[in-house]
């Protein structure tokens, strides 16, 4: 059973992934994308970058718990690795604010690790 605290971290990182490497970055044009996500212009999709990364931070943290170090610089490479790769995509393209929007996510979630981490855990 302990297999399942890696579940939530799969699904979401598939879901992650399946965002970043899309060839369009409009999720309106899913049909099953609430709209109320969609909506807002670049605000939005900073509040998306933001809340995507720390959500997967923590479920990453939740996952491997022992290893927070090795958790938030592999998530910290992960959101710098995501947006090198849009490079590779038609129309598509690294945006330095999608960078700190989704490192921002990912130090918070640091953060609250640290704030609220079991006494075992040192630093």
Known sequence: MRWLRFLPLTLLLGFVLFFALRP???????GWFPT??????DTADAWRNFA??????????LAFR?????????????VIGLE????????RWLEW???LEGLA???????FHYL??????SI
């Open 24 to 30: 369009s970055s409009n999720p309106a044009e899913l």
């Open 36 to 41: 109320w996500l969609t909506m807002g212009g």
């Open 52 to 61: 995507a990364f720390f959500v997967l931070t923590v479920a990453a943290l």
């Open 66 to 78: 022992p290893h927070w170090r090795v958790v938030l610089a592999g998530m910290a490479l992960l």
């Open 84 to 91: 090198a790769a849009q490079n590779l995509i038609p129309d």
């Open 97 to 99: 604010a999608d960078v």
């Open 105 to 111: 996510g990912v130090a918070l979630a640091g953060f």
């Open 116 to 121: 609220f981490r079991p006494k075992s855990d």
